[in-house]
T-cell receptor, first 113, second 113 residues
Framework: DTGVSQDPRHKITKRGQNVTFRCDPISEHNRLYWYRQTLGQGPEFLTYFQNEAQLEKSRLLSDRFSAERPKGSFSTLEIQRTEQGDSAMYLC???????????FGDGTRLSIL | DAKTTQPNSMESNEEEPVHLPCNHSTISGTDYIHWYRQLPSQGPEYVIHGLTSNVNNRMASLAIAEDRKSSTLILHRATLRDAAVYYCILRDNSGGSNYKLTFGKGTLLTVNP
């Protein structure tokens, strides 16, 4: 399968802990996106990369969140000092270029105890 | 981003056609109409997109009103695997704003056997 893969699929952690998620996009895609989805809502845009450059960040992305895409391949999303409100599905998507359809992974579900 | 309006839910019977409506009265000339769907416990999946003319692909058809203020996603023969949340999204392909998808709550399609 050469789709977008995300790891882990589920993460349970205590409030205040740091967590890191990984996304491996489709190999030839130079754009990579992160979204967050809470129960009953559609996904909300967090940030995106073109190759290794982070070009846009949503206001939803507080200072506790950081995303990287070293070498323009996989990406990581880190949340520091997790809070209850961070509980959500974190989705990664990639596309060949802007305007092209985005291909999503199946997400990482984060639960904060 | 221009806003779309979709019914919260719709129901269909297996092997019958399904017409999923979307209103977008404030659509601009550079907005493409995109449809994604999200099956349970999966990330969103691209279905189809168009600008002015009706579009067909292996998954569905997209019928766009002449004034572009509404569109309809057509599943020609619903199967149980088509049960999902369907999102209608306007995406401006001009300039630098084509990087993100703005999801609403979508339409939850139930397919009865």
């Amino acid at each position: 399968d050469t789709g977008v893969s995300q790891d882990p699929r589920h993460k349970i952690t205590k409030r205040g802990q740091n967590v890191t998620f990984r996304c491996d996009p489709i190999s030839e895609h130079n754009r990579l996106y992160w979204y967050r989805q809470t129960l009953g809502q559609g996904p909300e845009f967090l940030t995106y990369f073109q190759n290794e450059a982070q070009l846009e960040k949503s206001r939803l992305l507080s200072d506790r969140f950081s995303a990287e895409r070293p070498k323009g391949s996989f990406s990581t999303l880190e949340i520091q000092r997790t809070e209850q409100g961070d509980s959500a599905m974190y989705l990664c998507a990639s596309s060949l270029m802007g305007g092209q359809p985005q291909h999503f992974g199946d997400g990482t579900r984060l639960s904060i105890l | 981003d221009a806003k779309t309006t979709q019914p919260n839910s719709m129901e269909s019977n297996e092997e019958e056609p399904v017409h999923l409506p979307c209103n977008h009265s404030t659509i601009s000339g550079t907005d493409y109409i995109h449809w994604y769907r999200q099956l349970p416990s999966q990330g969103p999946e691209y279905v189809i997109h168009g600008l002015t003319s009706n579009v067909n692909n292996r998954m569905a058809s997209l019928a766009i009103a002449e004034d572009r203020k509404s569109s309809t996603l057509i599943l020609h023969r619903a199967t149980l695997r088509d049960a999902a949340v369907y999102y209608c999204i306007l995406r401006d392909n001009s300039g630098g704003s084509n990087y993100k998808l703005t999801f609403g709550k979508g339409t939850l399609l139930t397919v009865n056997p």
